[in-house]
């Protein structure tokens, strides 16, 4: 089991930013690709970004690239992300999420991979 709890969500104006924080505790977190995925009201969820055992490779989705940057910390057993020049569409719950994987390189897009998952934490952006 892993568990997962975010933190650094809240108001934020448009152009400004935000470092969200997932903790996890449990089995080895270096051996798990990590996610950040958002839940905006009435939409499905999405992917936001990835980022594989290491924190070698990283994935963003489109509408995040460059803008947002995805890190992770092994040693405190934590992965960030970092927000900036923030959007009123990037309004969402953010969840954090972990993927067993077999590989170091693997950073995991699909979010039925994700075993476990935080509980969430909100992220809005005033226009």
């Known amino acids: 089991q892993v568990q997962l709890v975010e933190s650094g969500g809240g108001l934020v104006q448009a152009g400004g930013s935000l470092r969200l924080s997932c903790a996890a505790s449990?089995?080895?977190?270096?051996?798990?690709?990590m996610g950040w995925f958002r839940q905006a009201p009435g939409k499905e969820r999405e992917f936001v970004a990835g980022i594989s055992w290491s924190g070698g490779n990283t994935y963003y989705a489109d509408s995040v690239k460059g803008r947002f940057t995805i890190s992770r910390d092994n040693a405190k057993n934590t992965v960030y992300l970092q927000m900036n020049s923030l959007k009123p569409e990037d309004t969402a719950v953010y969840y954090c999420?972990?993927?067993?994987?077999?590989?170091?390189?693997?950073?995991?897009?699909?979010?039925?991979?994700?075993?476990?998952w935080g509980q969430g934490t909100q992220v809005t952006v005033s226009s």
């Open positions: 449990g089995r080895t977190f270096s051996s798990y690709a």
């Open positions: 999420a972990a993927a067993p994987t077999l590989h170091v390189k693997v950073v995991v897009t699909t979010g039925t991979l994700y075993d476990y």
